[in-house]
C-alpha cells in the first residue's frame, strides 16, 4: 500500500498523515492476545505510576514475541515507509502503549528524534491502533509542521507527569495547533521522527492499545541498530 502523492505531500508538510487500513481484523485480535499474555508474564512496565496512572509500555515488543515479526513485514506498513523513508527500510524499534480505561496516564509532548539521533532525521513512526482511538480515549495529537526543528528537551522533576526524560515543556508548544485523528482498530498514522506529539490522559471507558513500528532508512547516522534487521533493499 505505497502512499499516494497527496499523503507524501501532508507528511512532507505537516510531518503526520493517516494511511488507511494496515491490519485485518484477525491481526488484532492475535496481537490484543498476545499483548495480554505479555502482560501476564509481568513483561509491560508502567512509566506512569509516580503519577497514580497507568500506562502499560513493551519496548521491543517482538523480541519477546516473534509473532510481531509478521506485522512489521506487513507489505502494508513497508510499501507506506518506503514511499517516504526510499527503498532500504531498517527497523529501529517496535513499542506497546496501552492506556486503560478510566486510569491511562497522558503521553507528554516529544520529539522521537531526541532519543533516537538519527542523522539526517529520516526515520518515521507508525503508529496502528489496536483498539479504536479518537481524542475522546487518549488519542495521540500532533503539531503539524513541527518535524522541521528538534527543540531542545526539558524535564522538570515538578512536573508530575514528567515520568519519562527530554520532555517538552508546555511553553514550547502550542497546543491549540494541535491535530487529531480518529484511528479505527487496525488503522494507522505515519509520523516523522520530529514531529512534536502526545496523548492527554484516556478519561473514558474505553481501552486505548497502540503497537507503533519504528522504521528508518537503513544504515542512518544515530543509535546503533546493528541488531536491527534490514526489512526491504539493502544496507548503503
Ligand atoms: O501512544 C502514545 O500515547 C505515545 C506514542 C508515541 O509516543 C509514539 O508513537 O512515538
Same mark, same amino acid.
Given at each position: 500500500m505505497k502512499l499516494t502523492s497527496d499523503q507524501i505531500d501532508v507528511y512532507r508538510r505537516d510531518g503526520v498523515v493517516p494511511i488507511g487500513k494496515v491490519l485485518d481484523e484477525a491481526a488484532v485480535a492475535?496481537? %490484543?492476545?498476545?499483548i495480554e499474555a505479555l502482560r501476564q508474564r509481568d513483561l509491560l512496565?508502567? /512509566?506512569?505510576? $509516580? @503519577?497514580?496512572? %497507568?500506562s502499560f509500555r513493551l519496548l521491543n515488543v517482538s523480541s519477546f514475541d516473534e509473532w510481531f515479526k509478521s506485522i512489521i513485514n506487513n507489505d502494508n506498513l513497508l510499501d507506506a515507509a518506503e514511499s517516504v523513508l526510499g527503498p532500504n527500510v531498517q527497523l529501529f524499534q517496535d513499542n506497546i502503549f496501552w492506556k486503560p480505561p478510566k486510569q491511562g496516564a497522558p503521553s507528554t509532548w516529544h520529539q522521537d528524534n531526541i532519543w533516537w539521533a538519527g542523522d539526517p /532525521?529520516?526515520?518515521?513512526? @507508525?503508529?496502528?491502533?489496536l483498539d479504536d482511538a479518537d481524542a475522546s480515549n487518549g488519542g495521540v495529537h500532533?503539531? /503539524? =509542521? !513541527? $518535524?522541521? %526543528?528538534?527543540?531542545?528537551?526539558?524535564?522538570d522533576l515538578d512536573d508530575p507527569n514528567a515520568y519519562s526524560h527530554k520532555l517538552l515543556s508546555d +511553553? $514550547?508548544? +502550542? =497546543? !491549540? &495547533?494541535a491535530i487529531s485523528f480518529t484511528v479505527p482498530a487496525g488503522h494507522a498514522v505515519m509520523h516523522h521522527c520530529q514531529t512534536i506529539h502526545g496523548a492527554p /490522559?484516556? $478519561? !473514558? +471507558? &474505553? !481501552?486505548?492499545?497502540g503497537y507503533t513500528v519504528h522504521l528508518q532508512e537503513a544504515g542512518l547516522r544515530g543509535k546503533d541498530v546493528t541488531n536491527c534487521p534490514l526489512l526491504r533493499g539493502k544496507m548503503p
Open positions: 492475535e496481537a %490484543k492476545e498476545r512496565d508502567n /512509566p506512569a505510576e $509516580q @503519577i497514580g496512572k %497507568k /532525521p529520516n526515520m518515521l513512526t @507508525i503508529w496502528i491502533a500532533y503539531i /503539524p =509542521g !513541527s $518535524q522541521t %526543528k528538534l527543540l531542545e528537551g526539558e524535564l +511553553d $514550547q508548544v +502550542d =497546543g !491549540s &495547533r /490522559p484516556n $478519561q !473514558s +471507558d &474505553r !481501552s486505548r492499545c
